[in-house]
C-alpha cells in the first residue's frame, strides 16, 4: 500500500501533492508544477488504486484536479470561475464530490461523473460553507460538515447524491469535522466541546447513538479517515 500527502518541501513550488509507501520510503512528488509555485491540496485515490484527486490553484483559481497514480495526465475536472475544493471519490469510483464557491452564497456541494461531467449542485443552504464531503458506502448519501456564516459551530450533515434528503444530523454540542463514513449508518469526525477545547476522534451512528471516544490527547486529533 502506499499513502498520498501534501508537502511544501520545494519552497519555490508552493504545496505539492507526494506519495510514499506505507513505511515511509520511496517518496515522490506526484503534482507541483517547476519552478512555479501554486497550491496543490487534499489528494484522494481512486478506489482502483490507478488516480488522485485534488484541487490546486495552477491555473489561478481553486479547480479539481485528476491525474494518474504517478502524477501524470492531470486534468481539470471543474473549469469554473469560483473556487472548487476538497474532493472525494464515490466506492464504486464513478462519482466525485467537492465544495464550491461559484454563486457567491458560500461553498456548496457539488456531484459529478468521475471524468467531470455531468455537474451539478446538490445544496442550497443560504450563507453556509460545506467541507470534506464524503460518499456513503452505497454511493447513495454524502456526509459532509456545514458551518453557517452566522459562526455558529460546525455541524454534520447528510444529502442524497441527487440532492434530496438534506439534514444536520443531531450529534449533540459541540462543533464537528467530517472524516469518514465507517458503515451504511456510522461516521467517524472529529469533535470539540467548544472552541477552547481540543479535537477528538468520535464514532457514532447518524443518530448520535454507540458513540465511542477513539482519541484524546493534548493537542488537537482531526481529520480520520477509515479504511474501506
Not at 499513502?3 to 515522490?28: L, P
Given at each position: 500500500?502506499?499513502?498520498?500527502?501534501?508537502?511544501?518541501?520545494?519552497?519555490?513550488?508552493?504545496?505539492?501533492?507526494?506519495?510514499?509507501?506505507?513505511?515511509?520510503?520511496?517518496?515522490?512528488?506526484?503534482?507541483?508544477?517547476?519552478?512555479?509555485?501554486?497550491?496543490?491540496?487534499?489528494?484522494?485515490?481512486?478506489?482502483?488504486?490507478?488516480?488522485?484527486?485534488?484541487?490546486?490553484?495552477?491555473?489561478?483559481?481553486?479547480?479539481?484536479?485528476v491525474a494518474n497514480i504517478d502524477g501524470s495526465a492531470p486534468k481539470n475536472l471543474t473549469?469554473?470561475?469560483?473556487?472548487?475544493?476538497?474532493?472525494?471519490?464515490?466506492?464504486?469510483?464513478?462519482?466525485?464530490?467537492?465544495?464550491?464557491?461559484?454563486?457567491?452564497?458560500?461553498?456548496?456541494?457539488?456531484?459529478?461523473?468521475?471524468?467531470?461531467?455531468?455537474?451539478?449542485?446538490?445544496?442550497?443552504?443560504?450563507?453556509?460553507?460545506?467541507?470534506?464531503?464524503?460518499?456513503?458506502?452505497?454511493?447513495?448519501?454524502?456526509?459532509?460538515?456545514?458551518q453557517s456564516f452566522s459562526g455558529t459551530p460546525a455541524k454534520l450533515a447528510v444529502v442524497?447524491?441527487?440532492?434530496?434528503?438534506?439534514?444536520?444530523?443531531?450529534?449533540?454540542?459541540?462543533?464537528?469535522?467530517?472524516?469518514?463514513?465507517?458503515?451504511?449508518?456510522?461516521?467517524?469526525?472529529?469533535?470539540?466541546?467548544?472552541?477552547?477545547?481540543?479535537?477528538?476522534?468520535?464514532?457514532?451512528?447518524?443518530?448520535?447513538?454507540?458513540?465511542?471516544?477513539?482519541?484524546?490527547?493534548?493537542?488537537?486529533?482531526?481529520?480520520?479517515?477509515?479504511?474501506?
Amino acid at each position: 500500500g502506499f499513502i498520498v500527502f501534501n508537502s511544501g518541501r520545494v519552497s519555490s513550488e508552493g504545496y505539492g501533492v507526494y506519495r510514499m509507501d506505507a513505511d515511509g520510503s520511496s517518496q515522490i512528488k506526484l503534482a507541483s508544477i517547476p519552478g512555479r509555485r501554486s497550491l496543490n491540496f487534499a489528494p484522494r485515490v481512486s478506489p482502483d488504486g490507478k488516480k488522485i484527486l485534488f484541487h490546486s490553484n495552477r491555473d489561478g483559481n481553486f479547480e479539481i484536479y485528476v491525474a494518474n497514480i504517478d502524477g501524470s495526465a492531470p486534468k481539470n475536472l471543474t473549469n469554473d470561475a469560483g473556487n472548487d475544493v476538497t474532493p472525494s471519490w464515490s466506492r464504486a469510483g464513478d462519482l466525485i464530490a467537492w465544495s464550491a464557491n461559484r454563486n457567491g452564497d458560500g461553498y456548496q456541494l457539488y456531484v459529478a461523473r468521475s471524468d467531470g461531467s455531468g455537474a451539478r449542485q446538490i445544496t442550497r443552504q443560504s450563507a453556509s460553507n460545506t467541507a470534506r464531503p464524503d460518499f456513503s458506502p452505497d454511493g447513495t448519501k454524502i456526509a459532509f460538515s456545514i458551518q453557517s456564516f452566522s459562526g455558529t459551530p460546525a455541524k454534520l450533515a447528510v444529502v442524497n447524491t441527487d440532492g434530496a434528503g438534506f439534514r444536520i444530523l443531531d450529534l449533540g454540542p459541540g462543533e464537528f469535522q467530517m472524516g469518514s463514513w465507517t458503515g451504511e449508518t456510522s461516521l467517524i469526525y472529529a469533535w470539540r466541546m467548544s472552541d477552547t477545547d481540543h479535537y477528538k476522534i468520535v464514532t457514532s451512528r447518524l443518530d448520535g447513538t454507540d458513540r465511542q471516544l477513539l482519541v484524546s490527547v493534548g493537542g488537537n486529533a482531526a481529520y480520520p479517515s477509515w479504511t474501506r
